[in-house]
């Protein structure tokens, strides 16, 4: 095979929760993105470091990510291993926001010593507020997301309290957080 | 916004996963209707299909398409959708139906009369038409693909030709009026590779991701 690269147990863990979470199991993509989320964490405070990003824009990172491993889900190959995968995008994340921001300076070394014990101590609330994001969604695609997410409500409580259908709850929810991922792309952190 | 805010919104998005399903559905419904239509309002069904329905020929036929479309669909779901098993061994359905009706052909005939079985009546106008009533099931089919995003656009590519040779087949077969499995095999063969090269030719470029 791809000589010398063996399969780390976590990445066959992630492997089995996706090919589940594809074919709609809702609970193993909540693991499989928890468990991911705290891998990427990791990743990105040291490519913050590399790319002389503030650490506060790690979460952001986290988070950009996540929407586009979501959005991206179907072009994950099930015959290759999905670290690869999941580290690409995260890179690509990276290298994204390094450039919009054109900060090269070198971040204090008292900084980068942080980072370990730092991990998970905010288990991520991200400066960049989606919130404000949210604003510039289309109303429908707006409500939905809102309503699903605030009220943690499912498609079809939420298709009650939209006075709509579950189907089209489950479009809107869709689209707008595929807008959002747009959004973040364009807006520069 | 916390990242685990995030995580059970997305958790709760489940139409990636589902959309392929959905188009692949319609996409199989828009296949059947456009050979079908093809079929009753311009290419007309046999005439001698009272005679011909009393023979197991005329059946084998159908046998034959349809399982070849089965083990596609199938071969292509696996593809689409990470967690299923290709299940390749199914393949030996229409193999083996085939093979039985060709072997049966040819021994309760005389060898003879095997080269007149073979070249047929209507050996151009099979694989015009069956191509001809493949193309928009094709064409369907890999629309429907693309949004799946398979492993190899190839062999998604190819896969598809082959489900739509079965559909286009299936139907042809209400037209056509040849009884011989020598003709079966040879003509409407060549019409599945077309159709299997046509939709490899296109697939590797359209669903490429």
């Known amino acids: 095979m791809n000589g010398g690269v063996t399969l780390s147990e976590q990445e066959c863990a992630w492997s089995s929760l996706m090919q589940r979470a594809m074919s709609g199991d809702e609970v193993a993509y909540r693991h499989f993105l928890e468990s991911v989320s705290h891998s990427l964490r990791r990743m990105v405070r040291r490519g913050c470091v590399q790319h002389g990003l503030p650490l506060d824009s790690a979460e952001d990172l986290v988070q950009e990510t996540l929407l586009s491993l979501h959005l991206k889900r179907g072009s ?46 905010d288990a991520g609330a991200s400066r960049l507020d989606i919130e404000r994001l949210l604003k510039r969604v289309k109303p429908v695609q707006r409500q939905a997301i809102i309503t699903v997410w ?6 079809r409580e939420a298709a009650g309290i939209l006075g709509t259908t579950e189907g089209a709850v489950r479009v809107a929810l869709h689209r707008g957080l595929k807008s959002l991922s747009d959004l973040l792309r364009s807006d520069s952190l | 916004m916390k990242t685990a805010d995030l995580i059970n919104l997305l958790a709760k998005d489940q139409m990636a996963a589902q959309l392929s399903g959905i188009w692949f559905r319609r996409a199989m419904c828009a296949a059947t209707a456009s050979a079908a239509f ?8 046999r005439e001698d299909i009272a005679q011909a329905t009393g023979t197991w020929k005329f059946f084998v036929k159908f046998l034959v ?12 779901r696996a593809d689409v959708h990470p967690g299923t098993s290709s299940r390749r061994w199914i393949w030996a359905a229409p193999a083996l139906i085939g093979t039985t009706a060709l072997v049966l052909n040819c021994s309760e005939t005389p060898i003879s009369s095997w080269r007149t079985q073979w070249l047929g009546h209507t050996a151009g106008s099979c694989v015009g038409l069956m191509l ?52 079966v095999a ?24």
């Open chain 1, 76 to 121: 994950w190959d099930k015959s290759r291993p999905i670290g690869p995968w999941i580290y690409a995008i995260a890179r690509n994340k990276l290298i994204d926001v390094a450039r919009r921001r054109r900060i090269h300076a070198p971040i204090p070394l008292e900084e980068i010593g942080e980072i370990q014990g730092s991990e998970d101590a």
């Open chain 2, 65 to 76: 398409e349809f399982s070849i479309s089965a083990c596609a669909v199938m071969a292509l």
């Open chain 2, 38 to 45: 093809l079929l009753l309002c311009f290419i007309g069904v």
């Open chain 2, 186 to 209: 040879s003509w409407y063969g060549l019409a599945t590779l077309l159709l299997v090269a046509i939709g490899w030719a296109i697939g590797r470029r359209m669903l490429r991701w």
């Open chain 1, 150 to 155: 605030l009220e943690g409500a499912s498609a």
């Open chain 2, 132 to 183: 001809a009533m493949g193309l928009l099931p094709l064409l369907a089919i890999l629309l429907a693909m693309k949004r799946g995003a398979p492993r190899s656009p190839g062999r998604a590519g190819a896969v598809s030709g082959l489900l739509a040779s079965g559909i286009s087949g299936f139907f042809y077969a209400f037209h056509c009026p040849e009884n011989s499995y020598l003709f």
